[in-house]
């Protein structure tokens, strides 16, 4: 009898650990959303002040805007890569559906580098042959929304994952 009694409090206890260690995974890549929300939209963030820069039609500061968002999102990237699994049920699937949409992220935030590009020289042209440039920035817009779409479908694939996450692991 304490034998089975044993065995059932083992079991729970194994349960219990690997809930929490489930949780807290989970907590760990959520808490990349809080980073991505800083490098796009936050007050003080790369995001806004490229944005600042673009009003004020400073190419270059933008464009540096641009690189510090892109080392931003790499770190945030790398952060995820690191988080141990430590054998928790569908972690890896998980880890790389974050991966892959936070990549997508960037890839369509970086977009804007050529965008930027674009945008200086039908500046720097002033009305000489700028049609045919525009034309370019256009062009450009079209191919960013299907960024968008790429964006989308790997925040459905995030989303499918951590359904299926906190299915395999009880939450």
Do not use: W
């Amino acid at each position: 009898m304490k034998s089975k009694f044993f065995i059932i409090i083992s079991l729970f206890f194994l349960v219990s650990c690997q809930q929490r260690d489930a949780v807290d995974f989970k907590t760990k890549v959520l808490a990349q959303e809080k980073s991505a929300f800083n490098i796009v939209l936050a007050k003080d963030g790369s995001g806004s002040r490229k944005l600042e820069y673009l009003i004020k039609d400073n190419y270059e500061a933008a464009l540096k805007m641009v690189a510090a968002q892109e080392k931003e999102f790499d770190q945030m990237i790398n952060d995820i890569k690191v988080i141990p699994e430590n054998d928790i049920r569908e972690a890896s699937v998980l880890k790389r559906s974050a991966v892959a949409y936070y990549s997508a992220l960037k890839n369509l935030h970086l977009y804007e580098r050529k965008e930027i590009e674009q945008r200086a020289i039908i500046q720097k042209l002033k009305n000489k042959n700028s049609e045919a440039e525009q034309k370019k920035l256009l062009d450009l817009a079209i191919q960013k929304k299907g960024l968008y779409a790429k964006v989308y479908q790997q925040e459905a694939i995030l989303s499918a994952a951590l359904k299926k996450f906190d299915n395999a692991n009880g939450l």
